[in-house]
């Protein structure tokens, strides 16, 4: 099991890297503003990357570290895509986190402090946000950002709303918008701020694509150039 897990895991980011370096950089290399168009061509990528993430993560890696550390609970995930209200999609999208956030944050917020419901699950919200900015600020090299945190942070009223479309398939339509729209933005901004600031600085990167995106870019700029009339 842990051989199979690691091959899917392994087959799972060698993807992502082509899907990224195909398919979501050209587009970063067009694009200078975050128009609608170019929203729409990373939609797709975006959120393959995201999927291919989720498998390589929940599925193959989590399963390794229960199978070496003998952990009895192999329940990772839940049917997230059945959702129908935001607060049900977070809670089982990540159930190790969700059960860990329960019972030391959201509960302390309640015996602890005598906060609300409503409260307790805006701080976990606001903490969750907060960790998840800052592992997305050291993998993009963007000490600087806070797209994360504002998107997260708004899921607060979101979850208030779609809870009277609980049991429908509205709210499960809902769920799903919120889902890829929301990917495909912040994929959108963290790209493009990691693409102007970071790739060519990044190592990896140029050893493997930049040079050749870079010329190639830079050949266009040339092109466009010599054949603009005066």
């Known amino acids: 099991k842990i051989a199979l897990n690691w091959g ?21 290399m067009r694009s200078r503003s975050l128009a609608g168009f170019h929203s729409l061509e990373l939609c797709v990528p975006a959120n393959l990357c995201w999927f291919l993430a989720f498998y390589a993560v929940f599925k193959a890696n989590f399963s390794i570290l229960a199978e070496l550390t003998s ?21 089982r999208w990540n ?8 019972q030391h ?10 906060l609300s419901s409503e409260a307790s699950g805006a701080v976990v919200f606001v903490l969750s946000a907060l960790l998840h900015e800052l592992t997305f600020a050291v993998a993009f090299k ?4 806070y797209f994360i945190t504002v998107g ?33 933005l912040m ?21 493997l694509f930049t040079e ?10 040339e092109n466009i150039e010599i054949t603009t009339p005066n």
């Not at 952990?71 to 809670?91: H, K």
């Not at 159930?95 to 329960?102: G, I, M, R």
């Not at 901004?189 to 050893?207: H, I, K, N």
């Open 152 to 184: 997260m942070v708004l899921q607060v009223p979101l979850v208030h709303f779609s809870r009277q479309l609980e049991g429908t398939r509205r709210g499960n339509i809902l769920v799903w918008l919120n889902f890829v729209l929301g990917i495909t």
């Open 187 to 207: 994929a959108q901004l963290y790209f493009q701020q990691w693409f102007r600031c970071c790739s060519r600085e990044d190592e990896v990167f140029s050893s």
């Open 212 to 221: 050749g995106i870079f010329h190639l870019a830079d050949e266009d700029e």
């Open 105 to 114: 944050v959201f509960y302390p917020c309640k015996q602890s402090l005598g």
């Open 95 to 102: 159930v190790p986190v969700h059960d860990f956030a329960l």
């Open 142 to 145: 963007c000490p600087n950002c």
């Open 71 to 91: 952990y009895p609970l192999r329940r990772f995930y839940g049917d997230w895509w059945n959702a129908t209200t935001v607060e049900q999609f977070w809670r």
């Open 8 to 28: 899917q895991g392994m087959v799972c980011l060698m993807w992502i890297g082509i899907v990224f370096c195909q398919l979501i950089v050209p587009v970063l």
